[in-house]
Nanobody, 128 residues
Framework: QVQLVESGGGLVTAGGSLRLSCAGS????????RGWFRQAPGKEREFVAA????????YYADSVEGRFTISRDSAKNTVDLQMNSLKPEDTAVYYC?????????????????????WGQGTQVTVSS
């Protein structure tokens, strides 16, 4: 059974940092692109960041560019999201996702419909 489990969420004041981690199990994710999405209360889920299967390409939403960094450790089946300079508008449930794909393009990896597996989400709350 394939599982993605997020960790690292919590409460932080504006300007602070958090590091989210997503652990995969049930299969090897080396051929999988990985992504992070988030959903704020009353809003649709939106793309945050993605990393290609090789780790050689990364993509970010404009709202997090320069503040967030996505990385992966294929040997450990993990993908992390380092979030710096957090803002209250970053408050949301953050989800990690995976899709088997050698295609590396923003238009593909930023679309949640393209992903095959999802975690259950972890809450990030940024207070002002």
């Amino acid at each position: 059974q394939v599982q993605l489990v997020e960790s690292g969420g919590g409460l932080v004041t504006a300007g602070g940092s958090l590091r989210l981690s997503c652990a995969g199990s049930g299969r090897t994710f080396r051929s999988y692109a990985r992504g992070w999405f988030r959903q704020a209360p009353g809003k649709e889920r939106e793309f945050v960041a993605a990393i290609s299967w090789s780790g050689g390409n990364t993509y970010y939403a404009d709202s997090v560019e320069g503040r967030f960094t996505i990385s992966r450790d294929s040997a450990k089946n993990t993908v992390d999201l380092q979030m710096n300079s957090l803002k209250p508008e970053d408050t949301a449930v953050y989800y990690c996702a995976a899709r088997i794909s050698y295609v590396s393009a923003m238009g593909v990896l930023s679309s949640e419909r393209r992903y095959d597996y999802w975690g259950q989400g972890t809450q990030v709350t940024v207070s002002s």
